[in-house]
């Protein structure tokens, strides 16, 4: 295992604003944080979650191949340098084909989500959706998911998740809220700050994910949900008889995984 030289104090469930800690320690030592460097306790993992695992995603931590880690380590030195505004989109792309070290991910999540551009652009829009936030039926059931989201989670801040998701639902009225972002927004928050997490979020809502899939009719999540009842048809249909036996439609199973984008029925290394 690879130390983090003086940055012992730095958990993965903050590794966004580690990630800056991180990456000084990086430069300085050329040392490659693991996940067994980072300190967890008998009641938690690494992440945050309770260690029974109950109330969370399950979590495998990674193996950090080391050569992988270095290639990011010496590119992040070039990539976050002063004068450059965003990444070079090639350089990035073939970086994560190979796979994202957990410890870059919250950056890496922001580059490609267009935060930094966003808040370039609109720097007040966050603070000023918040001061005159009007959620209308949303903001009780965004307060009840963000209280019962994730139960026992030492550090999830459920203030910034209940506030994430009423901007959200502010920012894009014709979505709201809708069950399941509640889960997308708190591993967000695992990678990163608040705001930073609001922008990730609209970007993936407004640009990333296609129209329709959220929304008061979510149609487009139906539509996948036939595309899967079709797939199991064609590819496992021993499957497909068993469920139809048994009365049970891919919704039954599938509807919780696709309205959170599977965060929280994945391990949490795959879904971060």
């Not at 370039?120 to 209280?147: C, H, M, N, T, W």
């Not at 709201?176 to 922008?199: H, I, K, P, R």
């Not at 899967?228 to 509807?255: I, K, M, Q, S, Y």
Request: with cysteine; net charge negative.
């Amino acid at each position: 295992a690879f130390s983090i030289c003086d940055s012992s104090d730095i958990r993965i469930e903050a590794v966004y604003p580690a990630s800056i800690r991180i990456q000084q320690s990086l430069m300085q030592s050329c040392d490659i944080p693991s996940v067994s460097d980072i300190p967890s306790s008998t009641n938690f993992d690494v992440y945050g979650f309770p260690s029974n695992g109950e109330g969370g995603p399950t979590s495998y931590p990674a193996v950090q191949i080391t050569k992988h880690c270095r290639q990011w380590a010496d590119n992040w030195q070039i990539m976050s340098a002063p004068e450059k505004q965003d990444w070079p989109s090639a350089a990035l792309r073939r970086l994560c084909a190979e796979g994202i070290p957990v410890a870059f991910r919250g950056v890496v999540w922001s580059q490609l989500l267009e935060v930094p551009s966003r808040r370039r652009e609109s720097p007040q829009y966050y603070q000023l959706l918040l001061s005159d936030a009007k959620a209308g039926a949303f903001e009780e059931l965004i307060a009840l998911d963000a209280v019962r989201t994730w139960p026992g989670h030492r550090d999830l801040d459920r203030g910034a998740l209940k506030r994430v998701l009423l901007a959200c639902a502010c920012a894009n009225p014709d979505i709201g809220y809708c069950q399941g972002l509640n889960s997308v927004a708190s591993t967000f928050l695992l990678l990163m700050n608040e705001e930073d997490a609001f922008w990730a979020m609209n970007h993936l809502l407004r640009s990333t994910l296609p129209s329709g899939f959220y929304g008061p009719t979510l149609w487009r999540f139906h539509a996948e949900l036939e595309v899967l009842e079709n797939l199991l048809d064609r590819f496992e249909p021993a499957l497909a008889a068993a469920l139809t036996r048994e009365r049970l439609g891919v919704a039954h199973f599938a509807t919780s995984w696709l309205l959170s984008l599977f965060c929280g029925a994945l391990p949490i290394e795959v879904c971060m």
